[in-house]
T-cell receptor
Framework: QQQVKQSPQSLIVQKGGISIINCAYENTAFDYFPWYQQFPGKGPALLIA?????SEKKEGRFTISFNKSAKQFSLHIMDSQPGDSATYFC??????????FGAGTTVTVRA | ETGVTQSPTHLIKTRGQQVTLRCSSQ?????VSWYQQALGQGPQFIFQYYREEENGRGNFPPRFSGLQFPNYSSELNVNALELDDSALYLC????????????FGSGTRLTVV
């Protein structure tokens, strides 16, 4: 049973464009929502994270939007670059320290 | 500040064998978690260790077991390997009570033949 649903499975964006990845969850006990970036052969690296008391968080070209009432959150990658080509995972965590991951989105940025 | 290191990086085992994977947590971190990532999927939580005791477990059978040592390093042991155990095994560390940031290692790629 997947606790975090992620879409789309993959996307292609032109250099300079915006990539948008969406996630939804059911467990209202989740209180921490990170996004991870993973390159082939590497482990996931934390990109940006948000708590449910904040509706938006921006770090450089990466922005998380959070809708607590809809139990949805999304990652926006602005001015996408070829180096952003990777697999992105949303995740959620409650007070048990366990991270529940989405299935991942493979982003390809075309030069 | 050192990150999370895992060994070995790659491993090939035969069905029915046993395997031990190792992880050194990031300096200052006292909690270690293990995740299994099948090809093309998100990581799945196996279990977590804090103060040398398991304090959380995912939906994995008892043949998956672990240890945490006083220096916070950890081992994942898998007995009676099955073909479906082929995956990337990730170790992550964090500081309990110190925030929610997790640092992942690069993983061990296990292939069961």
């Amino acid at each position: 049973q997947q606790q975090v649903k992620q879409s789309p499975q993959s996307l292609i964006v032109q250099k300079g464009g915006i990539s948008i990845i969406n996630c939804a969850y059911e467990n209202t006990a989740f209180d921490y929502f990170p996004w991870y970036q993973q390159f082939p052969g590497k482990g996931p690296a934390l990109l940006i994270a948000i708590r449910p008391d904040v509706s938006e968080k921006k770090e450089g070209r990466f922005t998380i939007s959070f809708n607590k009432s809809a139990k949805q959150f999304s990652l926006h990658i602005m001015d996408s670059q070829p180096g952003d080509s990777a697999t992105y995972f949303c995740a959620a965590r409650g007070n048990d320290y366990k991270l529940s991951f989405g299935a991942g989105t493979t982003v390809t940025v075309r030069a | 500040e050192t990150g999370v290191t895992q060994s070995p990086t790659h491993l090939i085992k035969t069905r029915g064998q046993q395997v031990t994977l190792r992880c050194s947590s990031q300096s200052g971190h006292n909690t270690v978690s293990w995740y299994q990532q099948a090809l093309g999927q998100g990581p799945q939580f196996i279990f977590q260790y804090y103060r040398e005791e398991e304090n959380g477990r995912g939906n994995f059978p008892p043949r998956f077991s672990g240890l945490q040592f006083p220096n916070y390093s950890s081992e994942l042991n898998v007995n009676a390997l099955e073909l479906d155990d082929s995956a990337l095994y990730l170790c992550a560390s964090t500081l309990a009570g110190g925030g929610y940031g997790y640092t992942f290692g690069s993983g061990t790629r296990l292939t069961v033949v």
